[in-house]
């Protein structure tokens, strides 16, 4: 397990301060689009995968966050599904998962892993 | 297993069945029923409702599956001809035989067509079935002018759907000196007569129908005074008949005025056939209301479940309300006793076409009958004191003021005052200690849950307002008091959290969350909170943009496939032709597809975010602002040609509405906001389906606020007429500000003025009156927001840190590679998701 870890292959990604205060940005990896969230409020980050499964749009990190529950979240702009920021699963009741990504904070940057989902 | 047989599956057939189903289940019964109609038991009292879109299905009272679930055998199609009643069997038209133990008829009644020559031809109809209403509608499409026959309940009802159909000119014939006779006096006749007329209706009294003129199809009718009309379709609504047929062929008692006569068991004269519903006379009586007939149907139902312990039909309370015809008339008890039997106490406001009159006892103790024109508010409080028997207060006369008094009067109590067994909803039979336990008990907060758990208001509907009633003093005792809490994160109403944002002078969501909130927000709380911001300080609302819905947050409408669109402001919808020139430049050079749009400007579509800076630039270089068609926002301000070129014109409709859209651009709210002016009654701007819509007059303006078009379109109410120009706008001010202060989110004015109690008096008061005080308030808040106006693309496109927000990564000048156009029409369009 430890061995795993230590191979994780962080890329950086951009400057913390590309993303806003309690809300999130696109940033782009290679050929994906991955949704990187600033949770200012607790002072957490989140990445996700840009694309909303519900009709395939590339729209999360245009979303909103907050928390249900105390589950943060973040909810589709155009049709307003909800996600967990955590796991990634659809908690408007739906049968959707969003996938996540490591990710870290070293110096002013944004780091994400996206070979290993988490 | 004993067989029973319903003859009849009308309202009361079906509910016969479903009574007796919910008694015994089902495997005490074999129930067949024979319905001669096409389909099962519709609610015949909502046919109406057919017109305004209601399909059959809509209307049914269960659908067929509920038939099978309950392994009724129904047989639509079948007309009963014939009973044996030596070898208990039925006969169909269809020449088929059915065994019975007991033989339930619920065949209704029929429309009594009165000896007219003339009835047979084309464009005559009767208002009783779905197939009526059919071809009704398919001939009413090219009639201009029609009739109804008959100034009753029903009658009345027909003329409005007539009315309702298009038709330019409907004609009421009644043969009595007033409309409904049965139910109204005089007075109150006379007051409704205005009514009706006020709503188009043409009202002919003292009418004796003679002929129905015409070779194949209709074209009028002639009276026995000589005189005549034209119509191109008649409606006989005259009353009805029991469908008794039965009773001639098989030997069973009549009723005087027909009808199968029963007994208090609703047995006919053969013991094992009862009649119920209308084709049922009891005591020489015929009952043309469902709720008796319901009545009729759970004393059987009842009695053959537990012959043990029979109930019994005692006659039925006839009080009514009428329904749909856009004026408020009801009737209780007695509405006629007069002295000495009874005192009466009478009410008339000719102004504003309000006739109500209370009948009560000699000693003043209890109310005997009532009849209430226009104003029907009443109707459920007096119609309990009435049936149970509630001594009245020492001021009878309060009953006909009693919502429009006080909170402590001690009427609005009256609900809670009632005994359990109060009957609220008549047609349910459930009564006010059902409806208390079912709220405790499924801690029920909305009149919605009510009639799911107990049936009540299911039926005519006109106990609902009980029920609200009802379901708001059952919390209100409990101490719970019923708001529209924002979310999970605030426990305030958007009204409370303004008041508190404002006395606060808080101007970041951070600050409110922690001061009156918990949690980190959501979709729901972020942008109700930016719009009140917005409307407290009309601050640029990209300094906080991630509390912002997606439109706002990056100033336009997000499309399908991820792009968005660019609405410059043209105010009132004048547009020069350099304008124009500078759109369809932009547009080609961004590659935009472009559309005129329903609110007389021109949109651009399909610019990805990463252009939307360099696109707005070009067109702010040009002269154009926002239009905000991405916020809850003032959205356009309509017009009509006006007096500088049309030859109708009163006054310069195109300089008004540019001088409005000014004044009013970027001002956020609740919802959006949309205006019109309009030149003329001819009202080519459509001023009377916006927010705000102000149409010409010779002495001034008229000033219309509340419609709506969109998903349910409601017309405008008129506020003032024949003002000026000042006072038009100080009006509006007032009147956009009490709604930013109060509204709900995500309301519009018209959802939020259906809600406001006391209606347009209670906004006239306010806003004209200044009845609260808060006038001039809220003209100075105005005053704020608009002197606070800036474009907020023209900063955006200024202001480095704001700009640099529209970039689609952050990582990489790139634009999204994802987007998709298809070819259109010489144009593009988003690619299907
Ligand atoms: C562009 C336009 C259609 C057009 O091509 O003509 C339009 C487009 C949209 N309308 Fe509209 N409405 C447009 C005129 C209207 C009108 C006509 C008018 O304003 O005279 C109405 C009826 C009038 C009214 O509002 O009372 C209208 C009633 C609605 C409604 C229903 C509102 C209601 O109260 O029922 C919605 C839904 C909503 O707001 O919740 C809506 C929502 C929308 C949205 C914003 C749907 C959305 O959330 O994405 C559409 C944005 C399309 C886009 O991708 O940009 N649109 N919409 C029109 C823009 C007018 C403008 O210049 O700003
Ligand atoms: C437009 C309209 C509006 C109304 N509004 C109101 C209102 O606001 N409030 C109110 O209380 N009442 C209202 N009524 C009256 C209400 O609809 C009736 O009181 C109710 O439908 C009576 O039910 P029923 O089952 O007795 O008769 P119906 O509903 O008429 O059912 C009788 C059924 O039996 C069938 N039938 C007849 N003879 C035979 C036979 N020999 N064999 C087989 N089947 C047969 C008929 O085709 C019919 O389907 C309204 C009626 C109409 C037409
Ligand atoms: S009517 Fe519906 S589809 Fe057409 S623009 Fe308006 S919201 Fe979009
Ligand atoms: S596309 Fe995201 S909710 Fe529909």
């Known amino acids: 397990m430890n061995e795993v870890l230590e191979q994780t292959k962080w890329i950086k990604a951009c400057r913390t301060t590309d993303i806003p205060e309690n809300g999130g940005a696109a940033v782009k990896i290679g050929n994906e689009q991955i949704a990187v969230f600033n949770f200012t409020r607790t002072g957490k980050w989140y990445a996700t995968q840009n694309e909303c499964p519900h009709k395939k749009q590339m729209i999360l990190s245009r979303g909103m966050i907050g928390c249900a529950d105390n589950i943060p979240k973040v909810a589709c702009p155009f049709h307003k599904k909800t996600f967990s920021l955590e796991n990634g699963t659809c908690l408007s009741g739906e049968d959707y998962t969003i996938k996540t990504f490591p990710i870290k904070i070293e110096n002013g940057y944004v780091y994400i892993s996206i070979n290993d989902e988490v | 297993m004993k067989k029973i047989i319903v003859a009849g599956n009308g309202m009361v057939g079906y509910k ?156 009421v014939i ?10 109204l006096d005089e007075k109150a006749s006379a007051i409704l007569q205005k009514q009706l007329e006020k709503l188009g209706l043409t009202i002919l009294l003292n009418k004796n129908t003679r002929t129905i003129t015409g070779n194949q199809a209709i074209n009028g009718l002639t009276f026995s005074d000589e005189s005549s009309i034209e119509s191109d379709i008649l409606i006989i609504s005259a ?57 009729m149907a759970e004393v059987v139902a009842h009695n053959l479940c537990q012959p043990e312990q029979t109930k019994t039909f005692n006659g039925c309370d006839l009080s009514t309300k009428l329904k749909l015809i856009g004026t408020d008339v009801a ?5 006629f006793i007069e002295e000495p039997d009874a005192k ?61 008094a006080t909170e402590s009067s001690d009427n609005k109590n009256y609900l809670l005052n009632l005994p359990d067994e109060a009957l609220i909803c008549s047609c349910e039979s459930v009564n006010k200690g059902a409806i208390c336990r079912a709220i405790d008990e499924h801690q029920i907060q909305d009149v919605n849950t009510i009639k799911k758990c107990t049936k009540a208001g299911t039926g005519c509907g006109g106990c609902t307002p009980m029920l609200k009633d009802l379901l708001a003093a059952t919390l209100k005792a409990k101490g719970v008091y019923l708001r529209n809490i924002l979310c999970e994160h605030f426990n305030y109403t958007r009204q409370e959290l303004f008041d508190l944002i404002r006395i606060n002078r808080l101007h970041t969501y951070d600050d409110i969350l922690n001061r009156f909130g918990r949690g980190h927000g959501c979709e729901v709380c972020k942008p109700a909170i930016a719009s009140i911001l917005a409307s407290l300080y009309n601050d640029n609302i990209l300094k906080q943009d991630t509390i912002q819905d997606t439109n706002d947050r ?58 939307l800076p360099a696109i707005w630039e070009e067109l702010i270089n040009a002269g154009f602002e926002s239009g905000h068609a991405y916020g809850k926002a003032l959205r356009t301000v309509k017009s009509c040609v006006g007096s500088t070129w049309c030859r109708f014109g009163l006054h310069d409709s195109v300089s008004f509405a540019i001088e409005i859209e000014n004044r009013y651009k970027g001002l956020r709210a609740p919802h959006k906001i949309k205006a019109a002016v309009s030149g003329c009654v001819r009202e080519c701007a459509e001023a009377q389906s916006k927010d705000f819509g102000i149409i010409a007059t010779e002495k001034g303006w008229n000033l219309y606020v509340c419609g709506n078009g969109g998903a349910k379109p409601q017309h405008a109410v008129l506020l003032a007429s024949d003002i000026d120009k000042e006072t038009c706008i100080k009006y ?102």
């Open chain 2, 16 to 171: 016969f069945c479903e009574k007796l189903i919910s008694k015994s289940g089902t495997d005490k019964f074999q129930i067949t029923v024979l319905g001669e109609e096409p389909r099962p038991a519709y609610d015949r009292v909502h046919l109406s409702e057919y017109f305004s879109g209601k399909t059959a299905n809509d209307l049914l009272m269960a659908k067929e599956d509920w038939y099978k679930q309950n392994q009724i055998n129904l047989l639509t199609n079948h007309t009963v001809t014939n009973i044996d009643r030596f070898k208990k069997t039925v006969h169909t038209h269809n020449g088929k035989k059915y065994n019975y133990d007991y033989l339930i008829l619920a065949t209704g009644s029929a429309p009594f067509v009165p000896n007219i020559q003339g009835t047979d031809k084309e464009g005559v109809f009767v208002y009783r079935t779905i197939e009526d209403l059919e071809m009704i509608k398919a001939w009413g499409k090219k009639a201009k002018t029609g009739s109804v026959i008959g100034g009753g309940l029903l009658g009345l009802e027909a003329a409005k759907a007539l009315l309702d159909m298009g038709l330019q000119k409907v004609y």
């Open chain 2, 174 to 183: 009644e043969f009595a000196q007033r409309l409904m006779p049965r139910q």
């Open chain 2, 239 to 295: 009353g009805i008949k029991a469908r008794d047929e039965l009773a001639d062929k098989c030997g069973l008692e009549k009723g005087p005025r027909g009808g199968f006569k029963v007994n208090h068991l609703l047995q006919t004269s053969d013991p094992s056939i009862y009649a119920i519903g209308e084709c049922a006379s009891y005591e020489g009586m015929i009952y043309g209301l469902v709720a008796p007939g319901y009545d």
């Open chain 2, 331 to 335: 009737s209780i008890g007695n509405p």
């Open chain 2, 344 to 404: 009466t106490i009478v009410y008339e406001d000719k102004h504003k076409l309000i006739y109500q009159r209370l009948n009560i006892t000699a000693d003043g103790k209890y109310l005997l009958g009532a009849i209430l024109v226009g104003d029907t508010e009443q109707y459920g409080m007096m119609l309990q004191t009435y049936l149970n028997k509630i001594v009245l207060p020492q001021n009878p006369e309060n009953l006909l003021f009693a919502n429009k």
């Open chain 2, 554 to 611: 990056f100033l336009a409408n997000l499309q399908k496939g991820g792009t968005y669109s660019v609405v410059p402001r043209i105010p009132g919808g004048e547009i020069t032709p350099d304008k124009l020139i500078v759109i369809g430049q932009v547009a080609k050079k961004y590659g935009l597809y472009t559309k005129i749009t329903g609110g007389q400007r021109i949109d651009m579509f399909g610019a990805h975010l990463n252009d």
């Open chain 2, 732 to 833: 509006i001010d007032r009147f956009l500000m009490f709604y930013i202060r109060t509204a709900d989110p995500l309301t519009r004015t018209a959802t939020w003025f259906n809600k406001l109690e006391g209606g347009i008096e209670y906004l006239r008061d306010v806003i004209i009156n200044d009845s609260l005080g808060i006038a001039e308030e809220l003209e100075k808040e105005m005053q704020i927001l608009i002197s606070n106006y800036k474009c907020e693309w023209k900063e955006a496109v200024e202001t480095p840190e704001i700009r640099n927000k529209f970039r689609y990564f952050v990582n990489t000048d790139e634009k999204d590679p994802t987007v998709q156009f298809e070819p259109m029409r010489d144009q593009i369009k988003a690619k299907e998701w």
